[in-house]
T-cell receptor, first 113, second 112 residues
């Protein structure tokens, strides 16, 4: 099992460009998450999908959109990147109700210039 | 409004001694707490968790203590090993929600 995979690992964008971060899990988990990690800020939840077909906003959703493509895949889209979106992005998944542990991907380091 | 706080950004401990990492929370709806460990350039990995119906959970060298009245939890690592050097995040969740709130992390350095 690969667990949670994320692509790309690194990306540099210019202000105003768009891109999609991809995430896939092969653990048959119901819930998936997108976080960003900034120095001194910990991990902040951007969006999550409790189950296939549903998505909800987290703490910092502005400037992002998500798609739960199927049970395996959950993508994060930046429509018009801004320097404030420079961060490390982590995708995570969780099995289901009553099971709280999340499994994280290796992260995508995004720089917006 | 930071609902989960880790007030110590860093901690250094001698190998073989006890490491104690602390976490405070403000939201009384939180009833499940987790600790994650993170190495540089990797994603966080789950370490140990505790439900609010317990006050202690142990897994090998790792023990988490929960003091609900003080809204405080701590992670004890005994004995500490150099491989434990990492950033540790605590996280909290409330039943019926799928959201997690993370603390800002504590960087642990275990000195050989």
């Amino acid at each position: 099992n690969a667990g949670v995979t994320q692509t790309p690992k690194f990306q540099v964008l210019k202000t105003g460009q768009s891109m999609t971060l991809q995430c896939a899990q092969d653990m048959n988990h119901n819930s998936m998450y997108w976080y960003r990690q900034d120095p001194g800020m910990g991990l902040r939840l951007i969006y999550y999908s409790a189950s296939e077909g549903t998505t909800d906003k987290g703490e910092v959703p502005n400037g992002y959109n998500v798609s739960r493509l199927n049970k395996r895949e959950f993508s994060l889209r930046l429509e018009s990147a801004a320097p404030s979106q420079t961060s490390v992005y982590f995708c995570a998944s969780r099995s289901g109700t009553g099971i709280y542990e999340q499994y994280f991907g290796p992260g995508t380091r995004l720089t917006v210039t | 409004d930071q609902q989960v706080k880790q007030n110590s950004p860093s901690l250094s401990v001698q190998e073989g001694r006890i490491s104690i990492l602390n976490c405070d929370y403000t939201n009384s709806m939180f009833d499940y707490f987790l600790w994650y460990k993170k190495y540089p350039a990797e994603g966080p990995t789950f370490l140990i968790s505790i439900s609010s119906i317990k006050d202690k959970n142990e897994d090998g060298r790792f023990t988490v203590f929960l003091n609900k009245s003080a809204k405080h939890l701590s992670l004890h690592i005994v004995p500490s090993q150099p491989g434990d050097s990492a950033v540790y995040f605590c996280a909290a969740s409330a039943s019926g929600t799928y959201k997690y709130i993370f603390g800002t992390g504590t960087r642990l350095k275990v000195l050989a």
